[in-house]
């Protein structure tokens, strides 16, 4: 029975069509990866590489070699010369110079600063005003509505008029071609009313400019003015 059996599944086995199997690849057919040392360099490598700049001028280039043969190291004279005083030249420090240099040196000090300033030939000065005449005082004054100017309406002005008005109680003087009434003003004149008589009655540009030219005079007289001054008609 057993061997008929055998005889059964060697008979079975034979009949069974055989079908083709694929190729198994063997594992000695198979190439090893390429090493690293081997070869080109790898990507990072190469980006490493790139981001270094390139020497310039090349290594190798002409213009390097001509530089090197011309270049030369400076010594410290050379660099910085020593001063045009042979005095100074010389000098050791914390010893005084042996010889103080000729003619006069940038370091000294200027003129300006060592002599006195010369004094002025008349001093200004300024008078007791009474009280109430302060220039606040006639700020407000102008502020208040008053009128201060004497007339109705601006006039032009020759010399000729403008002469006629020399009065205490009726004073006009002319400053940048524009005449003002200055009889308001006289009580608070800082200088005195005699400071300020001396332009009534003509033009008071000259000295005005000369005594105390920073004064805005048409901001102070500004509710003063009568008129402008004009040629003398012929």
Same mark, same amino acid.
């Given at each position: ?7 059964? =599944?060697?008979?079975? $086995?034979?009949? /069974? @069509?055989?079908?083709?199997? *694929?190729?198994? %690849? !063997?594992?000695?057919?198979?190439? +090893? ?54 005095? =100074?030249?010389?000098? $050791?420090?914390? /010893? @005084?110079?042996?010889?103080? *240099?000729?003619? %006069? !040196?940038?370091?000294?000090?200027? +003129? ?77 004149? +800082? ?44």
């Amino acid at each position: 029975m057993t061997s008929y059996l055998r005889s059964w =599944l060697y008979s079975g $086995t034979s009949a /069974v @069509p055989e079908t083709s199997t *694929p190729e198994v %690849p !063997s594992l000695n057919r198979i190439s +090893p990866p390429p090493s690293d040392d081997d070869g080109e360099a790898t990507e990072t490598e190469q980006d490493k590489a790139d981001d270094s700049p390139p020497a310039f001028p090349s290594l190798n280039s002409a213009q390097r070699v001509k530089t090197q043969k011309n270049l030369s190291i400076l010594t410290d004279t050379q660099l910085m010369p020593p001063p045009p005083f042979p005095g =100074l030249a010389v000098r $050791t420090p914390g /010893v @005084p110079s042996r010889a103080a *240099p000729s003619g %006069p !040196s940038s370091l000294a000090v200027p +003129p300006t600063t060592t002599k006195v300033p010369a004094k002025p030939s008349k001093k200004r000065e300024k008078v007791a005003l009474a009280p109430g005449h302060s220039p606040l005082d006639w700020a407000a004054l102008k502020s208040s509505g008053q009128d201060l100017r004497g007339v109705d309406t601006l006039m032009r002005i020759p010399p000729s008029i403008l002469k006629q008005h020399n009065k205490r109680d009726d004073a006009w003087s002319a400053f940048n071609g524009k005449v003002y009434n200055i009889t308001p003003y006289l009580p608070f004149h +800082p200088g005195g009313e005699k400071e300020l008589m001396r332009v009534a009655g003509r033009d008071g540009t000259k000295l005005f400019a000369t005594t105390h030219s920073w004064v805005n005079v048409d901001f102070m007289l500004d509710q003063c003015l009568v008129g402008f001054l004009i040629p003398e008609p012929s």
